[in-house]
């Protein structure tokens, strides 16, 4: 399992990670992002690796 984190001090809710990885990420009906989970399986790593890259304010890491 790979640790997702979300900086929510820095994220501005672009959406891009919900449209990438929808059941991790969502966009709640306050505008703001959701987390719905800090795991995801190491089989998705590349995935998770590409919503890192396309975070604009680098809001979202692994570990």
């Known amino acids: 399992m790979v640790?997702?984190?979300v900086d929510?001090?820095?994220c501005d809710a672009?959406?891009?990670c919900a449209a990438l990885m929808p059941d991790v990420f969502r966009i709640g009906e306050n505008g703001l992002l959701e987390q719905l989970t800090t795991e995801v399986e190491g089989g998705r790593a590349d995935e998770l690796e590409e919503v890192i890259l396309?975070?604009?304010l680098g809001a979202i890491?692994?570990?």
């Open 3 to 5: 640790e997702v984190k």
């Open 8 to 10: 929510f001090a820095r």
């Open 14 to 16: 672009n959406g891009t």
């Open 54 to 56: 396309c975070c604009p």
């Open 61 to 63: 890491s692994r570990s």
